[in-house]
């Protein structure tokens, strides 16, 4: 495959894989929401990694990223939390971090491309950090799983792998705005047209439901703020997604999970009943690789995602 | 030369009640722009094609549609980047508006929304009280020429998915618009200004960055962030959500490390608000049922004195 590749595509190719050969261990950072209400997304997480033969070392002293609220107060606070984390990611020699939320991976991006092109935040940041004895010297990379798993793993390796193809179960990708946007920061894939998750899902056997709402919000953060707007943002997408045929959805983000979720039945006076089970991305590659169902937790969802399983022969 | 060939979602409120679609098909350089061929068709083809234009150069603002389902700038937008292998382009009106004929939209409800900013300077004393113009120094300038490049062509409230469901919300455009004043030395009404654009649901953006496709690099969401650090700055609606959340995030944070869920709830909605807590109850014992409720308190993460000591470092006393 390597062979038809054109030189300077070999050397992106040859950056991205540079240390999957000899590091298979990685920094994790899981993130509040997998810590609190979504248990079975880190359980899951980590069963996945059993699978995959890599070993994910929690920063079990890191705090949140922070999100999207800490930087709509103070976005130096924001920043300086995330370069505490990754200074502790590099005191254990760690410094690829792998997150598996996309709001985390969006904040973390960026605040590291803050850090990393201007040495005026990174003295201020270690300013800081110094007070406890601490200093990030800037050699961490954040990825989400997804990429791990594209990069790292490899989509070839990984439908190897498969012991329980999904028998084409159709699955809806909602990726979770901060994984694609803004580009500048992600920018691993194209924002407008990703496709990421539509590989990891054929290369488990299923099949893709192609649907506008793909990339768009769920409106997790907003849920608070006034009734029935996020709560229609979920309607929204997911009847596009019911309409083109979707019998489930996969997400890399808990927090649109959270959403996708807890509002489909609220979102049904307006949007019709969709009723979508809702996959972390983790529980839908690990139940292919063969973890047992009972494990993944997915008796933890409002919308039981057993049913489709069953019906589809894919769990007893 | 090509042949494009525009698949074109033609409409006219006054006459049709559905709309159709017309491929008409010209032959351009295919570097010219999709606003190009589109004038091409309207003079050698069909001259009631509707759509609006005026500068051609990405000034004016007035040619954003939907290209191939993507909104942006006709004028801006090369028809070689668009273009599939059969040439074909499909042109749609901009989505969040209500089409009048073709690729023309009522405009109004974004008009609206500047109107109610006051989208103009309002200095806190008397001209005659000048020796000369009003100056601002280069480096208080440099805080708005990126929202004063907006040329309201509305791509990103087009592209706002809050306001596709709830036209209540002022929109990114608007907002960074009202940045553009509540930053500027010389305007007198910031503290209004900032209450004016809490009304109109400032904290409803749901931070998307569908916004960041703005032609002009305003980066809206950007602006509307500012915006809030302004309005908590300045301590104006302390009682409404939007900043009563931020503030119980941090204070989560500082305190535990970990954003505490529960917390942030009842801090958010409030705990003394009946109806509020009222309303996510039904959600909360559905999740509870499923054992998905977050724990009601947090142990403080290992070395939690770092992460106040950062907090302490950076914030500003208010
Ligand atoms: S973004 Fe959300 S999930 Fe990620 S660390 Fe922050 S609060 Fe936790
Ligand atoms: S879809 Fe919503 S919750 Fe998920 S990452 Fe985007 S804004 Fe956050
Ligand atoms: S902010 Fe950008 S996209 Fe929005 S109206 Fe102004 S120029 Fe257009
Ligand atoms: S970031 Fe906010 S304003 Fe911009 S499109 Fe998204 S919701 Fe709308
Ligand atoms: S014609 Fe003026 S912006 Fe396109």
């Not at chain 1, 943002?233 to 596009?240: D, E, F, L, S, T």
């Not at chain 2, 273009?83 to 382009?89: A, L, Q, S």
Request: proline content about 6%; hydrophobic content about 40%; glycine content about 6%.
């Amino acid at each position: 495959m390597s062979s038809t590749l054109l030189p300077e595509e070999q050397a992106t190719d040859s950056h991205r894989h540079s240390k999957s050969s000899q590091m298979r261990r990685y920094g994790f950072f899981p993130g509040c929401v997998a810590k609190e209400s979504c248990k079975e997304l880190f359980n899951s997480t980590m069963l996945l990694a059993d699978k995959l033969g890599i070993e994910l070392i929690e920063l079990t002293a890191a705090s949140c990223c922070g999100a999207s609220v800490v930087n709509d107060t103070n976005r130096d606070i924001a920043r300086v939390l995330n370069a505490r984390t990754y200074a502790q990611a590099e005191a254990l020699g760690l410094d690829d971090v792998i997150t598996i939320c996309s709001t985390c991976t969006g904040h973390m991006r960026a605040a590291n491309m803050e850090l990393l092109e201007s040495e005026e935040r990174m003295n201020q940041a270690n300013s800081i950090l110094g007070k406890f004895g601490a200093k990030y010297e800037g050699s961490v990379m954040v990825r989400h799983l997804l990429w791990l798993l594209i990069d790292d793993i490899g989509l070839d390796k990984l439908s190897s792998m498969v012991v329980r193809p999904l028998n084409g179960l159709r699955v809806a990708p909602f990726y979770g705005c901060h994984i694609i946007r803004p580009e500048k920061v992600n920018g691993w894939e194209s924002a407008r047209n990703p496709h990421s998750l539509e590989d990891v899902i054929t290369a488990i056997g299923g099949e893709p439901v192609d649907y506008a709402g793909k990339t768009r919000c769920c409106g997790f953060h907003i849920q608070l703020e006034k009734d029935g707007v996020a709560t229609s943002m979920v309607g929204q997408n997911m009847r596009i997604a019911k309409d083109r045929g979707a019998e489930a959805v996969i997400t890399p983000c808990p927090l649109c999970h959270l959403a996708l979720d807890g509002y489909q039945q609220d979102a049904a006076a307006r949007w019709g009943r969709t009723d979508l089970p809702t996959f972390h991305l983790p529980q839908l590659v690990a139940l292919a690789l063969g973890v047992p169902a009972e494990k993944l937790g997915l008796n933890k969802h409002l919308i039981d995602p057993r049913t489709i399983l069953v019906e589809r022969e894919l769990i007893a | 030369m090509a042949q494009v060939k525009l698949d074109i979602f033609r409409y006219d409120e006054a006459v049709d009640a559905v709309p159709h679609r017309d491929t008409v098909e010209v032959d351009v350089p295919v570097t010219m722009t999709v606003l190009d061929a589109l004038e091409t068709a309207k003079a050698e083809v069909d001259g009631s094609i509707s759509f609006r234009r005026s500068c051609r150069s990405a000034i004016c603002g007035s040619c954003s549609m939907n290209i191939n389902g993507v909104t942006g700038l006709a004028c801006k937008t090369p028809c070689k980047s668009v273009m599939n292998d059969e040439g074909v382009i499909q042109i749609d009106p901009m989505p969040n508006f209500q089409p009048m004929k073709d690729l023309v939209v009522h405009m109004d409800p974004f008009w609206d929304k500047y109107t109610r900013l006051k989208p103009y300077l309002q200095p806190a004393d008397r001209d005659e009280d000048h020796e000369t113009e009003r100056r601002v120094s280069p480096a208080d300038m440099k805080k708005l020429v990126d929202a004063a490049n907006c040329v309201m062509c509305a791509t990103c409230y087009a592209l706002c998915p809050v306001v596709s469901v709830d036209p209540s919300f002022a929109g990114p455009a608007a907002i960074a618009y009202a940045y553009r004043f509540i930053e500027d030395v010389r305007d007198g009404k910031k503290k209004e200004r900032l209450a004016q654009i809490n009304e109109d649901y400032l904290w409803l953006c749901a931070h998307c960055y569908a916004c960041s496709y703005c032609p002009k690099h305003v980066d809206p969401h950007d602006r509307i962030v500012d915006v809030k650090r302004a309005t908590i700055q300045e301590g104006v609606m302390m009682d409404h959500p939007g900043p009563r959340h931020a503030l119980v995030v941090n204070k989560t944070i500082k305190k535990t490390g970990m954003l505490a869920e529960t917390e942030v709830i009842q801090g958010t909605v409030g705990i003394f608000n009946i109806r509020g807590l009222a309303k996510i109850t039904p959600l909360a014992i559905r999740m509870a049922v499923k054992g998905k409720m977050p724990p009601p308190f947090l142990r403080p993460i290992p070395k939690v004195d770092e992460v106040r000591t950062i907090f302490e470092s950076l914030e500003v006393p208010t």
